[in-house]
């Protein structure tokens, strides 16, 4: 039996949201476009203090409660908010962990999807070499231009995945369908911290991806739509999966309506509509959200994944729910965490957003304490960034 795959999985996100009803009201829309057409409730918003390394180790860092930090053999760090065009965020994320020196760490990128190839990549460490314990994780800020119509799809978080061969949440199957092609619908240049993007278009991409992924996975597994109990998307907005979904079922000849909709994939949305876009982050948000809020009991079931990056690279896959998995969840703590975000006014909102674009460009700042996070960013000095431990006593 095929044991490899995720142990535990746990997610952080910033403790600050905009409601889209604030939003509408500010940009003179009606908040139905996105509670309704986009299927997004809030967004989180990052503090100043904070950025896709806080995110992470925040992330980690109930993992690294239950087990020895010093047995983690690599860290494989997914983002397309890097902070650094040479230093891996995974280095930092090692140190503020206390992660032993034998252990490599990586950053690897292509938008979107990147959580997904360091999640693969690290099943097939675990298949070589049983003794590996590699920590996944996927940090993300998804951050568009004021005004511009990506600008309601922001959001912000970082899930952090242990790796190793006792899959007590998902054991990860072997064969899986993928697809890529050089395309322009959403980027970001080096010298921009918010991305570029074709909206309709990218749109239009991710149903292209899905359906030659999904295509090449049922013909390289003979599996067909019925073998599986659940699915989750990647969640640029909660909209996107829903018509991803009743794409897939048009594909696989079946007419999609609502209650099949809400069955197969709707406790996989909940958390996004609050939380928002987390790019590389997004699908394993869908993930962690399906497996602590669907009301049935998922043991043993097949959960069909589709990842998607801009770019792009789509990839379909599977896994079997662990038997006894409610009992390793982060559940109670998730909900803790999402429920006790602060609300911020617009005007705050709009302070945080030219906040981050100054710490961004800084090579000496210190910045006051905003989060509520374990780890945050508390300065640049001499161009490096310093990071705190708010539990460790000074
Ligand atoms: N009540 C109910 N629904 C309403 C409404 C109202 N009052 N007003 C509008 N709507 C509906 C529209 O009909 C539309 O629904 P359909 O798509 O089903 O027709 C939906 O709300 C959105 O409205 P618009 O199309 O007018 O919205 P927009 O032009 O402002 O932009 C967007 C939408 C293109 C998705 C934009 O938000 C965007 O560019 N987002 C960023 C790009 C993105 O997320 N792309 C997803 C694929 S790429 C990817 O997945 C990678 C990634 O993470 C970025």
């Not at 800020?141 to 978080?157: D, I, N, W």
């Not at 018509?243 to 999609?256: P, S």
């Not at 609502?258 to 876009?277: C, K, Q």
Request: one cysteine or more; a negative charge; charged letters at 20%.
């Amino acid at each position: 039996m095929n044991t490899v795959g995720i142990q535990r999985i746990s997610l952080y996100t910033a403790p600050y949201y905009l409601d889209m009803d604030d939003f509408a009201a500010a940009r003179g829309e009606d908040p139905e476009k996105f509670h309704v057409g986009l299927g997004q409730d809030d967004m989180s918003v990052l503090p100043p203090d904070e950025d896709i390394v806080t995110l992470a180790a925040n992330a980690a860092d109930p993992i690294l409660r239950e087990f020895d930090p010093k047995s983690i053999t690599a860290v494989l760090f997914a983002t397309e908010s890097g902070i650094d065009q040479s230093k891996s965020a995974g280095a930092f994320v090692h140190g503020l962990l206390g992660l032993s020196n034998r252990c490599r760490v990586v950053e690897l990128k292509h938008a979107c999807y990147a959580g997904t190839a360091a999640l693969q990549m690290a099943a097939n460490m675990v298949r070589v070499n049983a003794s590996e314990k590699v920590l996944v994780i996927a940090s993300d800020v998804a951050r568009y231009e004021l005004g511009s119509p990506g600008e309601a799809t922001q959001g912000c978080g970082a899930v952090a995945m242990l790796v190793t061969n006792q899959a007590d949440i998902l054991a990860l199957e072997t064969g899986t369908g993928y697809y890529t092609e050089d395309v322009m619908d959403f980027w970001r240049p080096n010298y921009r911290d918010t991305a570029l993007v074709d909206g309709k278009y990218s749109t239009m991409v991710y149903l292209t991806a899905l359906k030659h992924a999904w295509q090449s996975l049922i013909e390289s597994r003979n599996l067909n739509y019925q073998d599986f109990a659940r699915f989750c998307y990647h969640l640029p907005f909660g909209k996107m999966a829903v018509k991803a979904h009743g794409r897939l079922m048009k594909i696989a000849g079946l007419e999609a309506n609502d209650d099949e909709l809400t069955h197969v994939m709707g406790a996989s949305l909940i958390y996004n509509r609050t939380v928002g876009n987390s790019y590389s982050a997004s699908l394993y948000f869908g993930l962690t959200s399906l497996l602590e809020t669907d009301t049935n009991n998922l043991a043993n079931q097949r959960i069909g994944l589709f990842s998607y990056g801009s770019g792009c690279v789509g990839e379909f896959f599977t896994g079997i729910v662990g038997k006894d998995y409610q009992s390793h969840l982060y559940q109670a703590s998730h909900h803790r965490l999402l429920a006790s975000r602060e609300k911020l006014s617009f005007s705050r909102y709009l302070s945080f957003y030219k906040q981050f674009g100054e710490v961004e460009r800084s090579d000496n700042i210190e910045l006051p304490v905003y989060t509520k996070g374990r780890f945050r960013l508390s300065a640049i000095r001499a161009h490096k960034r310093q990071y705190a431990d708010q539990q460790r006593p000074r």
